[in-house]
């Protein structure tokens, strides 16, 4: 697993993507924290990040569906899936070597943002005065929503042999994970089971988790997700031989 991981890092950190992916992440933060109106921490009058944690899942729905296209597709369309596929590893190992790469630039995409909560926490009318159980609860959703959204990049990679489809296919799955079950919900349609409709989605226990309260129900939820999808992708990626 350790030697398909470096060997994606090593892939995307030699590419432009990896790059491409970070600086537009930081840069369109940075934009709705400091700049954008209505968004920004001046307009709101508050010492916190609520903006950063409101607006991040939408951008990692985008970037990381970037990240992962490639992750089986490229081996595909490159025709090293078959020496990949020879190598004394299982098929479990492969698919969380690259999963734990994903995860691992997220990682370093996300670690930079402390910048913004140095900033926001030396701005406060008084210093430090914000809730800083509510902002670490947030980056721990924050990392969890994107470990959620890589197993189910390289889930969508795994299905397809063009890197454009399996974009598409990602962004789909995101999307619907994280907004659709509340949307469905907020119809109120089914009285009492709308809330349950509602928790079925990512973005109930993202915010549950935002509020620096660490449940057990939400990290088992994540948790589930993640290994779903990797089931899914070893399902997909076992029942093929290139």
């Excluded at 890197?163 to 079950?181: E, K, N, T, W």
């Amino acid at each position: 697993m350790f030697i398909i991981l470096k060997k994606e890092i090593r892939a995307f950190l030699s590419s432009l993507i990896a790059y491409v992916v970070m600086i537009v992440f930081l840069v369109a933060t940075g934009l709705f924290m400091w700049i954008l109106p209505d968004y920004n921490v001046f307009d709101m009058g508050y010492a916190n990040m609520d903006t950063l944690f409101s607006m991040a899942p939408w951008l990692f729905i985008f970037l990381i569906s970037s990240i992962t296209m490639r992750s089986f597709s490229e081996e595909k369309r490159a025709g090293t899936i078959e020496i990949l596929t020879t190598k004394p590893l299982t098929d479990l190992q492969i698919i969380l070597g690259k999963y734990f790469a994903g995860v691992a630039l997220v990682l370093f995409s996300i670690l930079p943002t402390l910048i913004y909560f140095y900033t926001v926490y030396q701005l406060g009318a008084t210093k430090g005065n914000m809730d800083i159980g509510a902002t670490w609860g947030s980056y721990l959703g924050l990392f969890f929503l994107a470990s959620c959204f890589v197993a189910i990049g390289i889930f969508s990679s795994s299905i397809s042999d063009n890197q454009i489809v399996s974009f598409i296919i990602s962004m789909f799955l995101c999307y619907g994970f994280y907004s659709l079950f509340d949307l469905f919900a907020d119809f109120k349609l089914l009285g009492s089971l709308d809330a349950v409709i509602a928790s079925l989605g990512i973005s109930a226990h993202y915010q549950s988790i935002s509020r620096g309260v660490i449940d057990s129900r939400d990290v088992l939820y994540f948790l589930s997700i993640i290994v779903a999808f990797i089931w899914a992708t070893k399902t997909v990626f076992g029942s093929r031989k290139w």
